[in-house]
């Protein structure tokens, strides 16, 4: 069946550092990956999305590479703030048989400390 | 603030009873989707709604409904309660069906059922 995975549960980084979450995903046929956010007590929240046209986009201190080859996903995210301490989730998107609807299949998450 | 409220923020109810959980989507957004977020299972999928009508499918069960209503807003409607359906339910919604549109979630609904 379809499934988002992520490699690791926890990751621990200072302050100033670069972090670097990973995710992977096992259907072929999703033409379409989230990265999303989400802090203690909140929502998810969008940081950046790909298309699988697509390997590489930039967005304000994050990037998301996507390696269709192997199934990967990774988020990047530069100059790491304790304001990114949170779990982030990875999610994939594909076009149902409606061709219209939206399902998104959702990863188990990673958390990202921050250390000062 | 993304926009989407839900209320209530907290629910406590005991097994084998019926609670109904709304979301109000952001103003214009057509389309409103139903996540079940627990310990265990992540986030959820349940189901999604473009205006008005049922759009898309996930692992909800058979003793949860949903509607959206005319002027948008929706409900989650949990019957027949056991103790692993507490969980946190979030809203989310969209400009439209599109699978390519951001969703936008709420705030959430924390679920417990004693």
């Known amino acids: 069946g379809e499934s988002v995975g992520l490699h690791l549960p926890t990751l621990s980084v200072q302050e100033g550092d670069n972090s670097i979450i990973n995710c992977a995903y096992s259907?072929?046929?999703?033409?379409?990956f989230i990265w999303y956010k989400q802090e203690s007590g909140k929502g998810p929240q969008f940081i950046i999305d790909i298309r699988s046209n697509m390997d590489k986009r930039q967005g304000q201190r994050v990037t998301v590479l996507l390696n269709k080859t192997v199934k990967h996903l990774s988020l990047q995210i530069a100059a790491t703030q304790p304001g990114d301490s949170a779990v982030y989730f990875c999610a994939e998107n594909k076009r149902t048989r409606a061709g219209t609807a939206s399902k998104l299949t959702f990863g188990t998450g990673t958390r990202l400390q921050v250390t000062l | 603030d993304s926009g989407v409220t839900q209320t209530p923020k907290h629910l406590i109810t005991a097994t084998g009873q019926r609670v109904t959980l709304r979301c109000s989507p952001r103003?214009?957004?057509?389309?409103v989707y139903w996540y079940q977020q627990s310990l265990d299972q992540g986030l959820q999928f349940l189901i999604q709604y473009y205006n008005g009508e049922e759009r898309a499918k996930g692992n909800i069960l058979e003793r949860f409904s949903a509607q959206q209503f005319p002027d948008l807003h929706s409900e989650l409607n949990l019957s027949s309660l056991e103790l692993g359906d507490s969980a946190l339910y979030f809203c989310?919604?969209?400009?439209?069906?599109?699978?390519?549109?951001?969703?936008?979630f709420g705030p959430g609904t924390r679920l417990t059922v004693l």
């Open positions: 989310a919604s969209s400009a439209d069906g599109d699978s390519y549109n951001e969703q936008f």
């Open positions: 103003s214009g957004d057509l389309s």
């Open positions: 259907n072929s046929a999703s033409d379409y």
